[in-house]
């Protein structure tokens, strides 16, 4: 939820923080502003909407050259997403500090009331103002902005990341950091500030994670980090994997197209390394939790939101299958506030991609301070859950700009797998030789992957057809339940349209109510050559539908003799282990709301009131 940047060195400084922007854009598009301080002062552009406002704004009105500035992209919480609303906020009467603010001042109600009693006018309904002015204030006080600034921060609650920058010191950018997302980019006589590394990451690899309660007081050539208490911090630095050509679009349609074509290669980068052709797993990240550890692990919880979480219930039904470890998957904000059981020998497993949900974190924190230990899968280097966790699973998916998660998601069900192998192994609940048999199934969903990818001309023209349906439900047993789940929730952000995913089980207990003439119903089948297959069950689960006028697309297994018989249409993924199937079976779903979206003449690497990286409660 929101996007930062900032920016002090040679290059033209308005270049460097529209770009970082244009990355950051994903975590929020309510309104867009940058400030920059030149030889003639400070100057702000804001405008409401997309960055491209801004940028027609600033094409109006031109900025002078700057070498030293901060960029916002804003999804609102405190005030409607107006100009006036938009960041960066100016504090004081001479109006020479300019701050940007990603997070909630949760004491802002007391802190404003000050102000306004010493005789500060308010330009904007936002918590951010309040701490432009107080800075502003504090720093005619002491004259010196790094200590006016510290002086603030330790004022406020809340979740935070204040960038700040003044006319009279226009060589210093100062950042603050607090339950919210900062990072800082390494250049060359440069430096620069972002939420995530994908603000920078196009002028530098080198990276240095801020942590919680640290200040950040950056100047082209030299950078010292403090803590709130005025401690110094030494800075750990990290190189960023991602390419910057991997967050561009590359000719693709949106990002989300560009990023489900990506996953073949997300699932075998997730796995690259790891899985030998014998089954084995290796996982040498994980060396933060000792054999010990895993041996005294009596239980499970995963947490995780959204699409994150229906990765989670995927690898509940691997891990359970095949570590035979009871796993309980909890949505974070649920598990977080209801007094949750854990002990020493419960295992956290946190899923995040952007590892900033800030429902996840305080899940794990939560659980941390109980005596869990906490293993993150997480697809962000450097991120607050990946820092906080005793041990991380990096997914390799790269980095994901649509808001909508897809190439994320399989490389998180990838992991899934990947922990339920190792765990698997680490307890001896599953056979040597089934365990390689896996392993190598396993090593096939790649290449399964891109042959679905292949063949979905089908998938595609019935969500173009689609466009005018007002309802759609998706029904899928074992792992096609939480896929069932996942489609339902594409068609929700992107197409704006009621979908619920049902277990297929669950149809006669309730929702079956639902279907009358002509009501499409997706239906995940599963293969049919399993022993204990539960094909026939789903099967007679369609004929109950259809008997009561449902419209049904079914994904099945090739080679599935029966299912075309009772479905209108059927989309056929490759043969897989049931259990991998999952895969598979989803990206139909995404394609499917791709394509709805998009007919609705839809925005679908940005649907309307979300934002990519929830880092508010
Ligand atoms: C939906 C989607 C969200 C995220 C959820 C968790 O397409 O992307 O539901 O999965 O907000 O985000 P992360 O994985 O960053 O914790």
Same mark, same amino acid.
């Given at each position: 939820m929101c996007g930062i940047v900032g920016y002090v060195g040679p290059k033209s400084t308005l270049e460097v923080l529209l770009g970082g922007l244009r990355r950051l854009e994903y975590r929020g598009y309510d309104s867009a502003g940058v400030s920059v301080i030149s030889g003639t002062g400070l100057d702000t552009r804001k405008k409401a909407g997309k960055l491209d406002n801004l940028i027609a704004e600033i094409t109006n009105h031109p900025l002078p050259d700057a070498h030293i500035g901060i960029g916002h992209t804003r999804w609102a919480t405190h005030g409607a997403p107006t100009d006036g609303n938009a960041h960066p906020h100016i504090g004081g009467?001479?109006?020479?500090?300019?701050? %940007?603010?990603? @997070?909630?001042? $949760? *004491? +802002?109600?007391?802190?404003?009331?000050?102000?306004?009693?010493?005789? /500060? !006018?308010? #330009?904007?309904?936002?918590?951010?103002?309040?701490?432009?002015?107080?800075?502003?204030?504090?720093?005619?006080?002491?004259?010196?902005?790094?200590?006016?600034?510290?002086?603030?921060?330790?004022?406020?609650?809340?979740?935070?990341?204040?960038?700040?920058?003044?006319?009279?010191?226009?060589?210093?950018?100062?950042?603050?950091?607090?339950?919210?997302?900062?990072? %800082?980019?390494? @250049?060359?006589? $440069? *430096? +620069?500030?972002?939420?995530?590394?994908?603000?920078?990451?196009?002028? /530098? !690899?080198? #990276?240095?994670?801020?942590?919680?309660?640290e200040i950040v007081i950056l100047r082209a050539g030299e950078i010292e980090i403090r803590t709130f208490d005025g401690a110094p911090v030494t800075p750990v630095e990290f190189e960023v994997s991602w390419d910057a050509s991997a967050?561009?679009?590359?000719?693709?349609?949106?990002?989300?197209?560009?990023?489900?074509?990506?996953?073949?290669?997300?699932?075998?980068?997730?796995?690259?390394?790891?899985?030998?052709?014998?089954?084995?797993?290796?996982?040498?990240?994980?060396?933060?939790?000792? #054999?010990?550890?895993?041996?005294?692990?009596?239980?499970?919880?995963?947490?995780?939101?959204?699409?994150?979480?229906?990765?989670?219930?995927?690898?509940?039904?691997?891990?359970?299958?095949?570590?035979?470890?009871?796993?309980?998957?909890?949505?974070?904000?649920?598990?977080?506030?209801?007094?949750?059981?854990?002990?020493?020998?419960?295992?956290?497993?946190?899923?995040?991609?952007?590892?900033?949900?800030?429902?996840?974190?305080?899940?794990?924190?939560?659980?941390?301070?109980?005596?869990?230990?906490?293993?993150?899968?997480?697809?962000?280097?450097?991120?607050?859950?990946?820092?906080?966790?005793?041990a991380v699973i990096y997914t390799h998916a790269g980095p994901e700009v649509a808001v909508a998660s897809t190439k994320a998601l399989v490389a998180q069900i990838t992991a899934g797998y990947l922990l339920a192998l190792f765990l698997a192994a680490g307890r001896g609940a599953t056979p040597k030789a089934e365990l390689a048999r896996l392993g190598k199934e396993l090593l096939q969903m790649p290449e399964s992957v891109a042959e679905v990818l292949d063949g979905l001309e089908g998938i595609r023209q019935l969500g173009k057809d689609m466009a005018n349906a007002k309802s759609v439900l998706f029904l899928g047993r074992n792992v096609g339940f939480p896929v069932a789940m996942e489609g339902a929730l594409k068609l929700k952000e992107l197409a704006y349209i009621h979908a619920e995913g049902f277990a297929a089980g669950e149809l006669k207990h309730g929702p079956i109510a639902l279907i009358e003439e002509g009501q499409p119903v997706i239906v995940i089948v599963p293969s049919q050559r399993d022993e204990d297959s539960l094909h026939p069950k789903v099967i007679s689960n369609i004929q109950e539908i259809r008997a009561r006028g449902a419209r049904v697309i079914a994904i099945a297994e090739e080679g599935d003799n029966q299912v075309g018989d009772y479905a209108e249409h059927v989309v056929f993924v490759p043969k897989a282990e049931s259990i991998f199937a999952s895969l598979l079976t989803v990206i139909p779903l995404q394609v499917f709301a791709l394509e709805l979206s998009t007919a609705k003449g839809l925005d679908v690497d940005q649907p309307r009131n979300l934002a990519k990286s929830v880092t508010v409660e």
């Open positions: 009467e001479a109006a020479k500090l300019s701050l %940007i603010h990603n @997070g909630i001042i $949760e *004491n +802002f109600y007391e802190l404003k009331a000050e102000l306004v009693e010493a005789g /500060t !006018k308010f #330009a904007s309904e936002t918590d951010s103002e309040v701490a432009a002015h107080l800075v502003a204030a504090e720093f005619e006080k002491t004259g010196d902005l790094p200590t006016a600034f510290t002086n603030v921060v330790k004022r406020l609650r809340g979740a935070f990341t204040l960038l700040a920058i003044h006319e009279d010191q226009p060589d210093v950018v100062l950042a603050a950091r607090r339950n919210s997302p900062l990072v %800082i980019g390494l @250049g060359d006589g $440069e *430096n +620069f500030l972002g939420s995530d590394v994908a603000a920078f990451v196009e002028h /530098t !690899k080198r #990276a240095i994670s801020v942590g919680q309660d967050a561009s679009k590359g000719g693709w349609s949106s990002f989300m197209a560009k990023e489900i074509a990506d996953q073949p290669q997300a699932v075998a980068d997730t796995l690259m390394g790891r899985l030998a052709s014998d089954g084995s797993v290796r996982l040498s990240e994980i060396d933060g939790l000792s #054999a010990e550890d895993i041996k005294n692990i009596d239980r499970i919880i995963m947490v995780a939101c959204g699409t994150a979480s229906y990765a989670c219930d995927v690898a509940k039904y691997a891990i359970e299958k095949f570590s035979r470890i009871p796993v309980q998957v909890e949505l974070s904000h649920e598990f977080r506030y209801r007094d949750p059981i854990v002990t020493p020998n419960t295992l956290i497993v946190a899923v995040s991609q952007s590892g900033e949900t800030m429902d996840t974190l305080m899940a794990t924190r939560y659980a941390k301070e109980a005596g869990a230990k906490v293993l993150a899968i997480c697809n962000t280097q450097g991120a607050t859950l990946a820092r906080e966790s005793d």
